[in-house]
Every structure is written in C-alpha cells, then in structure tokens.
C-alpha cells in the first residue's frame, strides 16, 4: 500500500472510531452496515461539496461531528414516538433526512429543499445508498400539497437550521398530521423565537448532548393546538 492510500485507510478508520464512540454516547443501536454508509455518505456529501457549497464545515472530524452525530442526536427522543413518515424541510445536503433514511428504514423520509442542485444530490444519494425510503421533492414548502407533492400528511416534520420557528410551522402546517409534531434542531434558540403564532404551542426544549461538540444544541417540539 502507498503512503497516501495508508494514510487514507487510517483517516478512515479514525473517523469510523470516532463515529462508534459518538454513537455509543448518544445510547443507539446502529449497526456496523449503516456506520459504513453514513461515512460513504459523507464522503459522498464532500464530494460533491465541492462544486454546490452545501456546508462550510470540510474537515472530515468535524463532519462527523457537526453533520452525523448532530443528526443522530434527535433520535432519543424521536424513537419515543409512533413515528411513520418524516419530512425534513429545507433539508440542503440531506441533514438531517437522509440520515434519518439510513439508520432508520422503516420510517419513510422525504427531504425537501427549493434548491435544484441541492435536491440532485440527494437524488444521487438515494440511488447510490438504494435508499428505496427516501423520497426527494423540490419546491418551496408551502407550496406542497398532500396527494399531489408528497402522499401523505408525516407523523414528524424536522428542520435543521431551516429558518425562525414561527415561520417553518406556519410554512410546513398543512403537511402536519393529526398528533403529529414538529422538531425544530436549534443553536440557542432565543426566547424571542419561542413565540408561536395561534394554533400552535411549544411544549418541549430539550438540550442535545452531541458527543465531541462544544456548544449548546437544542431540540424544539411544536404541536398544533386542538380545540
């Protein structure tokens, strides 16, 4: 092996630790088969990075770190839910949708972005990672129509650094189910944020302990109000 394929398979091998260890933290089941593909698709993300500027973050550590694990560290507590469908909205370079796909293949995800060169990445890494649970849709949010767009109204609706709280449930509403919530992934979310317009209620803020990143991540719950 050459110097620079060594020091390659060693890169890889640090950040396949790295990533074990940060799932341990975090409490999940993922088997060694999903890891394998959640590298290849940060790989795969890098790649194409290069020409579409999905992320700022390049070093391939804190990919792992800002991008996967931040990503794995919703599904404590959305594991806890009778979760079916999933919309990740605005969902830029898969973050955290196609995620979601690899790790969990019995939920159906479908990430969302207006961003063309964007939604032609994700539709490569459905085919590259045969990720028959994904379902990629381009279009403005609010502009998407259950039984037209998507099938269906989704059991959870995420975003990630999407946009203020307020305007990503009142854009995303009609694709709420009945019971269903949405989870907003958060740096600090400022109190000024928290309001909510009528028909909707805040009723969970967790912090995120994501392994090896120091600062504060938040996950917010919004649920509709029912009369």
Do not use: C
């Not at 940060?22 to 020409?51: C, M």
């Not at 767009?149 to 999407?162: G, H, K, L, M, Q």
């Not at 269903?180 to 028909?199: D, R, T």
């Amino acid at each position: 092996m050459t110097d620079s394929r060594r020091t390659a398979a060693n890169g890889g091998n640090e950040l396949a630790v790295l990533l074990a260890d940060g799932i341990r933290q975090l409490g999940l089941s993922i088997s060694d088969e999903q890891q394998r593909r959640l590298l290849d698709y940060q790989a795969l993300l890098a790649k194409w990075n290069a020409a579409l500027q999905m992320t700022s973050i390049r070093d391939p550590r804190q990919m792992v770190i800002k991008h996967l694990l931040d990503s794995l560290s919703i599904l404590p507590r959305l594991d806890r839910e009778p979760i079916s469908r999933v919309l990740d909205v605005g969902s830029g370079g898969g973050l955290p949708g196609v995620v979601l796909a690899i790790v969990r293949p019995d939920w159906q995800v479908t990430v969302n972005d207006i961003v063309h060169k964007k939604t032609a990445f994700l539709t490569q890494a459905r085919a590259t990672f045969k990720l028959t649970n994904l379902s990629v849709v381009t279009g403005r949010v609010e502009s998407l129509v259950v039984g037209n767009e998507v099938s269906a109204p989704f059991d959870a609706i995420v975003s990630r650094a999407f946009a203020e709280l307020t305007d990503f449930v009142t854009l995303a509403g009609n694709l709420l189910a009945s019971g269903g919530s949405f989870w907003a992934m958060k740096g600090v979310a400022a109190e000024s944020e928290l309001a909510l317009p009528a028909g909707y209620a805040l009723v969970e803020r967790l912090a995120l302990n994501v392994p090896f990143l120091d600062a504060e991540r938040h996950l917010l719950r919004v649920t509709k109000v029912t009369a």
